[in-house]
């Protein structure tokens, strides 16, 4: 079971692939309709969840955050909890681009709604955006 979701300037691209165990969210979160669009991926959650394994991924790196996308995430955050949906929830912090504020805002919601997340920076991020892990960094010592 698959969902894509194409990014876009304003909004995050969203790929779920629950038979790898992954789900990522990753982009720009300023559009209009923030609070329709994380509803609509909370009711594809809610209509797979008997599929999602303990231990499911979710990895979020967003950088921007809009006001209505910061409510809309707390509504989204807050049924993964009260819905008890088995996802491992991290946060990705990139130094490039500079997402450490977003970063601190969803860490705030998750603790507000009792859910258990953990942050890391990109270069500790091993997965690409689709789910598939990095190949090992070739050993540079020339000894």
Not at 104 to 110: D, H, K, P
Not at 121 to 137: M, N
């Amino acid at each position: 079971m698959r969902l894509f979701i194409e990014g876009s300037a304003y909004r995050p691209s969203v790929i779920f692939d629950l038979e790898k165990r992954y789900l990522r969210i990753d982009g720009m979160s300023s559009m209009p309709d923030s609070r329709q669009f994380y509803q609509n991926l909370m009711d594809w959650l809610l209509a797979h969840k008997s599929h999602i394994a303990p231990g499911t991924q979710l990895i979020m790196r967003l950088m921007y955050l809009n006001s209505g996308s910061h409510k809309a995430l707390l509504n989204f955050f807050s049924e993964i909890s009260s819905e008890n949906i088995p996802l491992s929830v991290t946060f990705i912090r990139t130094e490039r681009l500079d997402n450490s504020e977003e970063v601190e805002l969803l860490l705030q919601i998750c603790r507000q709604v009792g859910l258990s997340c953990k942050i890391q920076s990109e270069d500790e991020h091993v997965g690409h955006l689709d789910g598939s892990s990095r190949p090992a960094e070739p050993n540079s010592d020339n000894n």
